[in-house]
């Protein structure tokens, strides 16, 4: 399973649009947005509050998207190119963006239900209980079917950026320029937000069945440093592998055991919130990005 980063799109973090000295406020308000979202670019991670920010800068940035698409100075200079190739780069990133979106949020309703009776079989286990290994397993499990998916959303994102990569300089007016080069530039940071969601839900699993001393060497690989029973370096995701971990290793205290189920209780409650507001994000951004795709096609359509 590749390992897939924000970072591999920092090439785009440098990118300038220089716009028309005379640019419609609207282009101008969608560059400001798009200039916040290089910014998270910059200092983008694969914990649950940088990609919630990413994807509430995305929902910022489609709503001034809707605005300079309403214009009729826009509607009026893009209907003149309906013919131009890239009409079809923009009208087909917008059903891959959809797709992707759809997949993934999908991909975490299914986690969200998961985690929920994972919740509940922590909080039925009794000490020296080992049942919990059952729904650890199918939670692992479920886990590597979302990665799956995540492999297929990540190839198809890579698609999007290529068809950009190779597209010609485009040689039009000034405002159908500064627009159709704004709305290539919000496809390739809507592409590096996704990407990083995507990292989050393929974060690499730890496996539950190994020894004491395995599992330890594994965390030490992955750089985590456990100080004061705080994972540093980690996602939630990873911070839940590693209590679910920690809890099915035997250990003859009974306090110990105590404090492994609250840990699992916290780390888990905690993933739930994260993918509670990533859901919540996701449907919010999923509303602009069909709105968009309708402007797209009210302009475009004979």
């Known amino acids: ?21 005379r640019s419609h406020p609207s282009t101008v308000r969608t560059e400001e947005e798009l200039n916040k979202l290089r910014s998270w670019e910059a200092s983008s991670s694969s914990k649950v509050e940088t ?3 990413g994807l509430s800068g995305l929902v910022d940035l489609y709503k001034c998207i809707e605005d300079l698409l309403k214009l009729p100075l826009t509607q009026q200079a893009l209907a003149q190119h309906q013919d131009e190739k890239w009409v079809d780069e923009l009208l087909d990133c917008s059903v891959r963006f959809l797709d992707v979106l759809g997949n993934t949020r999908d991909a975490i309703l299914l986690l969200k239900g998961n985690v929920g009776e994972l919740q509940s079989g922590v909080r039925r286990r009794k ?9 650890v397993s ?12 995540c492999t297929k959303s ?17 040689d039009l007016n000034d405002h159908v320029s500064a627009v159709v080069r704004v709305l290539r530039e919000a496809s390739l940071v809507t592409s590096s937000v996704f990407q990083s969601l995507l990292q989050f839900l393929s974060s690499p699993l730890l496996k539950s069945k190994l020894s004491k001393w395995a599992f330890v060497s594994r965390l030490v690989q992955k750089g985590v440093l456990v100080r004061n029973n705080q ?17 099915v290793m035997n250990d003859s205290s009974k306090d110990v055991e105590v404090e492994k189920i609250q840990s699992a209780e916290r780390r888990l409650q905690g993933l739930v919130g994260g993918i509670e507001g990533i859901e919540n994000e996701l449907e919010c951004l999923f509303r602009h990005l069909i709105n968009t795709r309708v402007s797209f096609l009210n302009i475009f359509s004979p």
């Open 51 to 53: 990609i919630c920010a």
């Open 231 to 247: 994972q540093e370096s980690v996602n939630e995701l990873e911070k839940v592998d590693f209590a679910l971990n920690t809890l």
């Open 138 to 149: 199918a939670y692992l499990s479920l886990r590597k079917v979302v990665r799956k998916e």
């Open 127 to 135: 000490i020296g209980d080992s049942g919990i290994e059952n729904h």
């Open 1 to 21: 399973m590749p390992t897939f980063s924000p970072k591999n799109s920092t090439r785009y973090g440098i990118r300038s649009i220089s716009l028309p000295a």
């Open 154 to 170: 990540m190839l198809l994102l890579k698609q999007t950026e290529a068809s950009f990569d190779a597209s010609p300089p485009l």
